[in-house]
């Protein structure tokens, strides 16, 4: 069985905390991070929610992707456009920008993307652009996907370079990661409007107790 590995700080910075790389992936020694061949496509998918984990530990929607090239990851990313003040960083575009810099070469022929969430136009639009031979992904998007969900522009015969699409692949996990941040997201949200209410009632020392009575969470 052949392996790759790769230092995945010398491809994207931050470096992964060792609660996410031990959650999402195998660690190795010296923080390298391996995907075995047997099961090429599901392995790529576990080091694309390594990624994911990097954008929910920045606070960001938890998606992630990487670039592969004849078994080796060349580029990789994760969701950042609030933080980085740009609407561009989706996952897919920060590891095509790497797997280019990498190459020194703006067509990725023979390259590979896998994506924990179905690319929107914009990504589907740059991974033509980019020539990526098979784009890969996990769970599909139903507002905003471009693979189907919503538009399928790998399907459209005018346009004039398609890449073989694979779906679904580990979509349980996928979903599961997106599904498990919104929910915390809105527990977040619904104890600050709780704790928002607690504190103008406790200044409010004089309202009857049964005034209250209908503010429920």
Not at 90 to 114: K, Q, S, T, W
Request: with cysteine; aromatic share 6%; hydrophobic share 45%.
């Amino acid at each position: 069985m052949r392996c790759i590995a790769w230092d995945i700080g010398a491809i994207f910075q931050p470096t992964m905390s060792p609660r996410c790389a031990s959650r999402w992936t195998p660690a190795m020694p010296g923080g390298q991070l391996r995907a075995t061949m047997d099961e090429p496509d599901p392995n790529f998918m576990r080091l694309a929610l390594a990624q994911a984990a990097l954008a929910e530990a920045a606070g960001e929607v938890p998606v992630g992707a990487v670039v592969v090239r004849d078994g080796e990851v060349i580029g990789a990313g994760y969701n950042h456009p609030i933080g980085a003040h740009d609407p561009t960083l989706h996952a897919e575009i920060v590891a095509l920008r790497a797997a280019g810099r990498h190459l020194g070469n703006y067509r990725l022929a023979g390259c590979d993307l896998y994506v924990t969430l179905e690319p929107c136009a914009m990504c589907a639009g740059a991974i033509q652009h980019a020539r990526i031979r098979r784009l890969v992904w996990g769970a599909a998007d139903p507002k905003t996907g471009a693979c189907g969900s919503v538009v399928d522009l790998f399907a459209e015969p005018r346009l004039n370079h398609h890449a073989t699409v694979v779906s679904g692949v580990l979509a349980d996990a996928c979903v599961q990661t997106l599904q498990a941040f919104f929910a915390r997201r809105r527990a977040e949200a619904r104890a600050r409007r709780q704790g928002g209410r607690t504190a103008q009632a406790g200044e409010a020392d004089d309202t009857p107790e049964g005034a209250r009575s209908g503010n429920r969470a």
